[in-house]
């Protein structure tokens, strides 16, 4: 079944403790992004990447770190989170990465951090 | 548990001629809903949400409850809005906890 897989699905921890959110798709799509979602204002973008190797910065980077190591996976690194990280946040992809290409998410991961 | 359908993965319309992008859902609380937007080359965005009744762009959508849909419209379509439209469901309570989208509609506006 093609899909975007995220993992856990929650995770409550502590000030400053690294912590890694792992995405994976199973469709062999370049394109992946992660966002967050926070009452009120929607998504937003946090990384992208269109292939191996290349990522690059969406509207709410900092505190974030990925890396695109390999085709299917698209790890989310909070190097030392802070409880204004607390969201959910969502993995998706797409073949292509343009409107053409219809976005596949994943089932969303709930963080908080205290 | 929730649902979000986008009946259509295609609409392609002439410009200038009205567009409705239909959307129904499933979930037997408040939901909140969400259109959300792709052009060609630009990252996914908000377009507009059921709570704040606005228009965006020309685009209008009302919740209907008894129908269980949101559908986006517009009255006379543009070349610009072209795009990739996502509608998505959040449980309420400001949109906190989850977020359930539907598959998509490809819009086309053709000149």
């Known amino acids: 079944e093609a899909q975007v897989t995220q993992n856990p699905r929650y995770l409550i921890t502590v000030t400053g403790k690294k912590l890694t959110v792992t995405c994976s798709q199973n469709?062999?799509?370049?394109?992946m992004s992660w966002y967050r979602q926070d009452p009120g204002l929607g998504l937003r973008q946090i990384y992208y990447?269109?292939?191996?190797?290349?990522?690059d910065k969406g509207d709410v980077p900092e505190g974030y770190k990925v890396s695109r190591k390999e085709k299917r996976n698209f790890p989310l690194i909070l190097e030392s989170p802070s409880p204004n990280q607390t969201s959910l946040y969502f993995c998706?992809?797409?073949?292509?990465?343009?409107?053409?290409?219809?976005?596949?998410f994943g089932n969303g991961t709930r963080l908080t951090v205290t | 548990a929730q649902r979000v359908t986008q009946p259509e993965k295609l609409l392609s319309v002439f410009k200038g001629a009205p567009v409705e992008l239909k959307c129904n859902y499933s979930?037997?609380?408040?939901?909140?809903l969400f259109w959300y937007v792709q052009y060609s080359r630009q990252r996914l965005q908000l377009l507009l949400r059921h709570i704040s009744r606005e228009s965006i762009k020309g685009f209008t959508a009302d919740l209907n409850k008894g129908e269980t849909s949101f559908h986006l419209k517009k009255p006379f379509a543009q070349e610009e809005d072209s795009a990739m439209y996502y509608c998505?469901?959040?449980?309420?309570?400001?949109?906190?906890?989850?977020?359930?989208f539907g598959k998509g509609t490809h819009l086309i506006i053709q000149p």
């Open positions: 979930y037997s609380g408040s939901p909140e």
């Open positions: 998706a992809s797409s073949l292509l990465g343009g409107s053409n290409s219809p976005l596949h």
């Open positions: 990447s269109m292939n191996v190797e290349v990522t």
């Open positions: 469709m062999n799509h370049e394109y």
């Open positions: 998505a469901l959040s449980e309420g309570g400001g949109g906190a906890d989850g977020l359930t």
